[in-house]
């Protein structure tokens, strides 16, 4: 089901980049002002937000916890893609939320390779919590999913670390 939806996002959110100007939906996503209800909306703000970084991972946390649960599942997956290390704390704490989609979001942001070494330990505690204790089997597996792969991507980067300069690539 999550992949159905993470195809059918994809899909709008290509047909949607070419009809809005780039500022628009940054702008929605500060401004609280759209409908996260709408999946034409909604792939028109992650559109506009996929590879700007941290500055649209603060956007997406700025309001997060006032946000209905519709714009928190957009915001969590926002930050999912682009939260940078300075936005790590806040991502961590947002787990608590009560919707368990946003939790299990925000289980595999947190889990993500590209952040090998960001405070490995203290993602770990998230994970290993979040895994033995979430009252949802989905963000229970996506945090057992995390563990593994952050196990995995130390594991990568140390051997990317020793590896001739043209096997680092294949590692990370």
Do not use: K
């Not at 957009?74 to 930050?79: K, N, P």
């Not at 300075?86 to 939790?103: K, M, N």
């Amino acid at each position: 089901m999550a992949a159905l939806e993470s195809i059918w996002t994809a899909l709008l959110a290509c047909a949607a980049c070419a009809l809005v100007p780039a500022g628009a939906a940054a702008r929605d996503l500060q401004t609280r002002t759209w409908d996260a209800r709408d999946p034409a909306v909604v792939a028109r703000v992650l559109a506009a937000e996929r590879g700007a970084g941290p500055a649209a991972a603060q956007r997406a946390l700025d309001g997060f916890a006032p946000a209905s649960v519709a714009e928190r599942r957009v915001r969590a997956q926002v930050l999912r893609a682009e939260y940078g290390p300075e936005q790590l704390s806040a991502v961590l704490a947002l787990t608590a939320d009560p919707d368990a989609l946003v939790r299990a979001e925000l289980v595999r942001a947190i889990a993500r390779p590209d952040q090998a070494g960001l405070r490995n330990a203290e993602r770990a505690g998230a994970l290993t919590r979040l895994a033995d204790a979430d009252a949802d089997p989905e963000v229970r597996a996506a945090a057992r999913d995390g563990l593994a792969s952050l196990a995995a991507a130390g594991e990568l980067a140390r051997l990317a670390d020793g590896a001739p300069r043209s096997e680092r690539a294949a590692l990370l």
